[in-house]
């Protein structure tokens, strides 16, 4: 394996260090951006206003990672189980991805930023689908910071979707079973042109991966921090990459 990668390295990603002269690599970190309503409940304000508060931190993050020169940031903004909750707080989230679309999308192409959206995106509102597939064909050629944003996304049917998607090339005769390797199945993800993480955070203390990149996260680095959402800084987020730098990773081997 890689030697390099072994090595310790103890300074965090600051804007003036590009994250290519840290001595143990760091490419993409996907971020659980959990804790929005137990913010707001702090606070004694409405709990949609923790949601509110959460696009502030992720704009502020997104600023601060894109002048550090990080490569990839996938950050989890619906999962496919979130239509569970009530109808009230989904047509909020609907609505104030809209307005993100609406509103922010100008200054993140400005900054040179590709946004993606990974999930069933066809299970999106209808014009919210539209307009998440203008975002993607507007900042596609943008080299600055490439953003996924994960909605109504869950692994397992990423997952079970590449399986369909597999098995159907199968049994039209274009594909044997022996090819499928798992290089093959990354193939047919939602991800499938962009690097597993190094690193993902959760942030509301939460121990678990809520169905978020179960396949990429094979060797990815976990950092969770009480601090909600809403609350996360850009500090906050050096400190996550000062204790990634920190770790061994070893893959399996010694
Ligand atoms: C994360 O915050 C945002 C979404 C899941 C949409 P939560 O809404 O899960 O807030 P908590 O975890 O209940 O505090
Ligand atoms: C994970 O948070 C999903 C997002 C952050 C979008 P949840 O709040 O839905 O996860 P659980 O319910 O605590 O596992
Ligand atoms: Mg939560």
Known sequence: MDRTQKRIASQPLTSSQSTEERALPLTHVAIIMDGNRRWADRKGLPRLIGHKEGVKS?????????????????????????????????????????????????????NGVRLRFIGNLAGMPAQLNRGLAAAMEDTKLNQGLKMQVALNYGSRLEITEAVGKIAAEVQAGRLSCSAITPELISAHLYTKDIPDPDLIIRTGGEMRLSNYLLWQAAYAELYVTAVLWPDFTPAEFDRALAEYSARQRRYGGD
């Open 58 to 110: 992720l704009k502020r993050l997104v600023k601060h990672v894109s002048a550090a020169h990080l490569d990839f940031l996938t950050v989890y903004a619906f999962s496919s189980e979130n239509w569970q909750r009530g109808q009230d707080e989904v047509d909020y989230l609907m609505e104030l991805f809209s307005q993100v679309l609406k509103y922010e999308l100008a200054e993140l192409a400005e």
